[in-house]
């Protein structure tokens, strides 16, 4: 997997998910802690976040990061 790039989880990873998880669960539409560990660090490395899990594919989530 060649294509794939390797990076060293940080705080702010974790800060934007439990951002990110805030924002989802007052708009009712709340994810799991691992979904949100990915999509926060999805969104803390300014990455485009690509899963076939359609938890990620309601309209709150996609204002909040690039899905």
Request: aromatic share 4%.
């Amino acid at each position: 997997m060649s294509w794939v790039d390797e990076v060293d989880e940080t705080a702010s990873m974790a800060r934007r998910a439990a951002d990110l998880q805030h924002t989802l669960n007052a708009a009712g539409s709340p994810l799991t802690a691992r979904d949100a560990y990915v999509a926060g660090a999805a969104a803390r490395l300014d990455e485009t976040l690509v899963a076939s899990d359609t938890d990620f594919d309601v309209p709150v989530v996609k204002e909040e990061i690039d899905v």
